[in-house]
């Protein structure tokens, strides 16, 4: 029986012509199934002292993490443990002879970058995004440094390379950083006693929690007791204490990515080879039904362009089309083309995925190119809804972000079209592309250019209402325009709202790790006009 009967898998097709999506599909040359990390059972837990030391480092950054960065309050506590972060793993990397190389310099970059936004500006919504972001950023890093990823660079396989990094290196290595310890400290009988000690303070916090809080139910002289117990030591002892919990579970999540990265430990499970052979086996639908499907939804969209070029030109000369009111024409019909779009890509990447491509790949080609031109003209049009919905009523956080999350669409869709015509590596442009821009949105201050822009407009006389209510959702960002907006108007009912606004601003006690240089900026700026 040879190896392919054994696993229960046959020789894999091969496919005639060039890729759809060049770049994007999984076509790995033998050279870049070479380069891939072998497969191989884990090696036992091997360590020295240094691997001890970097272990209690890492316990130390999930403990920086826990403290440090909350995922609605972030501020310097973020930052700082980004930086805390990348020098642990860097040193580790030193300790153990491996050096930076070209892409690897270039995803630090990214995390500094990413990580310096949390000091800099206040953004609630797009940090938390920036915080998955950074989080991702990282253990792709892991991979890079230590030539784990599926490929020799990021191509097709970066799904299962994040699948990887994300979840079946650090998980299955997670106990790595406790048996990495105790190979240290077994080495002496008081060290094994010490390590056996700290593991006990580790067990009992989680249950000292719940037997105290049932105790302090139970009894009201107890729970007297134990306030004052608590006054006397402060809150800062048991805060620490709570931490120390989910400390060491982040702790132990970092150091079993970068042991399991640097000794190889478990970064074979998933493969090229095996990723390729797997999509190749989800592709079952003939190319006439794909072809069908695109055909006709180009069709539809055509028949709606050619409707929607007359009424979006009326409208921009200021003549709806009969049954609208401006308005209404404005605000109609962006979010659902928005979804179109959405469904125009999930079906052409179902295309892709799905469809046997030996057969009539030229004319997939052209569907494509076709469908994409029309979801190019589509958003297009949804964009042309939106400024003249913006022209009207002004900016609001909803509207811009989803705007830019269009052109980013608009982007990706030529980038698509210009892949059926040359071999590109659409999976890295795309990657880079949603990086690039979405980091860009963190530090243009979308939120104070939002709230500058409908003040001067109600100012000028060209908007009829400020929303002084939409400030709330980012008061460290609009408090400039407010303070402008303070000094120039002359309606009571506005000058009292923004009266509140600045009350309800400084009224919160803000820890330093939650601060920023925007929010220092603005406290500082209400206080002067004081």
Known sequence: MNHEEKIGAGPVP??????????????????????????????????????????????????????????????????????????????????????????????????????????????????????????????????????????????????????????????????????????????????????????????????????????????????????????????????????????????????????????????????????????????????????????????????????????????????PSEGFTYAEFARRGFFELCRVVMINLTVMLAAFFFTRSAQRQKTMRLMNVVLSVETLMLIATALGKMMLYIAQYGMTQKRVYTSCFMIVLFLIFCLVIFAQFRKINLTRSVVALCCVSFLALCYVNADGWIAQYNVDRYLNGSLKHVDVAMMYSAPDATVPAALQLYRQTDDPRVKTELKQFFRDTTALQIPFEEQNLQRIRAQESIAQMK
């Open 14 to 319: 091969e496919t005639a012509g060039a890729p759809i999506f060049p770049g994007a599909d999984f076509d790995l040359t033998e050279e870049d199934l070479r380069c891939r990390p072998p497969f191989r059972e884990p090696a036992p837990v091997l360590s020295t002292g240094k691997d001890a030391v970097f272990a209690l480092l890492f316990f130390i950054c999930g403990y920086c993490f826990v403290w440090l960065v909350h995922p609605f309050r972030l501020g310097f506590g973020a930052t700082v443990f980004t930086v805390l972060f990348c020098l642990v793993a860097l040193a580790y990397q030193k300790s153990r002879g491996v050096s930076l190389s070209g892409e690897g310099i270039f995803w630090f970059a990214a995390m500094l970058i990413s990580g310096a936004n949390f000091s800099l500006l206040s953004n609630v919504f797009l940090q938390s995004l920036n915080l998955l972001l950074l989080m991702g950023i990282a253990v792709y890093w892991a991979a890079v440094l230590n030539s784990t990823r599926l490929e020799p660079s990021l191509g097709g396989c970066f799904p299962a390379d994040m699948v990887n990094q994300l979840f079946q290196v650090p998980f299955r290595n997670f106990g790595c950083a406790v048996k990495v310890l105790r190979n240290e400290t077994v080495k002496s009988r008081k060290s094994k006693t010490l390590f056996a000690v700290a593991c006990g303070v580790f067990a009992a916090v989680p249950i000292l929690c719940l037997v105290f809080s049932q105790l302090i139910q139970a009894d009201a002289g107890f729970q007297a007791l134990t306030q004052r117990i608590a006054d006397s030591m402060g809150t800062g002892v048991i805060e620490f204490l709570l931490r120390l919990l989910p400390a060491f579970l982040v702790g132990s999540y970092l150091f079993g990515l970068w042991y399991g990265n640097l000794q190889k430990r478990y970064v074979g499970i998933f493969t090229a080879e095996s990723a390729k052979r797997f999509f190749q086996r989800q592709k079952k639908l003939p190319p006439a039904l794909s072809l069908t499907v695109l055909f006709l939804l180009g069709a539809v969209y055509l028949w709606f362009l050619s409707f929607q070029a007359v009424t979006l030109f009326s409208a921009v000369q200021n003549h």
